[in-house]
């Protein structure tokens, strides 16, 4: 039998029905300043406070390293509207970093997850998930602890961004994706770094973005 959870003030309970009202009409959850303008609060850590309240009476959950990461209980209102997608290991967004289990990203092996609302993944099959380290992508958007969601695929098209893995080397990184004569140029979105250039032989794609989940601040 589940316990019965406390009861909450009238400024708790409208967050927790903004919150639901906002995963229903959107797909996704609100951000604290979604929540101060929706509620009248007069500040971020007046939300934060009663997010606080409310997590430990077991009203929400909260994934404070990821945007957004605001879950109620699942329920008829939004289960029906998320997935869990593997979060299985880091990937470089600087210079290639080592990848610790073997050949590659292997995304059937993975002791995380996380949960995502379906409209990112669009119905798109093998979607995994990764950790950013590095800087080399903020002008796509993309900074160091953020998480990107990727496609498992073995080709791209110039430009997109993908996972891309060095065979010689055995190492990894995250960056868009140009096939030039004789050569594959790995094009960092950051104007303070230079391009990687490798030989065709020795690059493997292994996923290309499809979208990403900005860390918290």
């Not at 909450?8 to 101060?36: E, H, K, M, T």
């Not at 990461?69 to 080592?98: D, F, H, K, M, Q």
């Not at 080709?155 to 997109?160: L, R, S």
């Not at 994706?177 to 050569?183: I, T």
Request: overall charge neutral; aromatic content about 6%; glycine content about 8%.
């Amino acid at each position: 039998m589940t316990p019965k959870k406390e009861k909450l003030s009238a400024r708790q309970q409208n967050i927790v029905d903004l919150i639901q009202n906002f995963w229903l009409d959107r797909g996704y959850p609100p951000s604290i300043r979604d929540i101060v303008a929706g509620c009248g609060l007069s500040s971020t850590s007046v939300a934060d406070y009663n997010l606080k309240i409310l997590e430990k009476k077991g009203y929400i959950r909260r994934h404070r390293e990821v945007s957004r990461g605001i879950e109620l209980p699942v329920n008829s209102a939004t289960a029906g509207n998320r997935l869990y997608i593997p979060v299985i290991g880091t990937i470089a967004a600087g210079e290639p970093i080592p990848v610790p289990d073997g050949d590659g990203w292997d995304s059937t092996a993975t002791a995380d997850t996380i949960e995502v609302t379906r409209d990112l993944v669009c119905g798109r099959e093998g979607v995994y998930a990764l950790k950013v380290k590095g800087w080399s992508m903020q002008d796509a958007l993309i900074n160091d602890g953020d998480i990107v969601l990727m496609q498992n695929a073995n080709v791209v098209e110039n430009g997109e961004m993908a996972a891309v893995w060095f065979k010689s080397e055995r190492e990894a990184t995250l960056k868009k994706f140009y096939a030039e004569d004789g050569r594959i140029r790995l094009q960092p979105a950051n104007s303070h770094m230079q391009p990687i250039y490798a030989s065709p032989e020795n690059v493997e794609v292994q996923g290309r973005v499809i979208a990403v989940i900005r860390r918290l601040e």
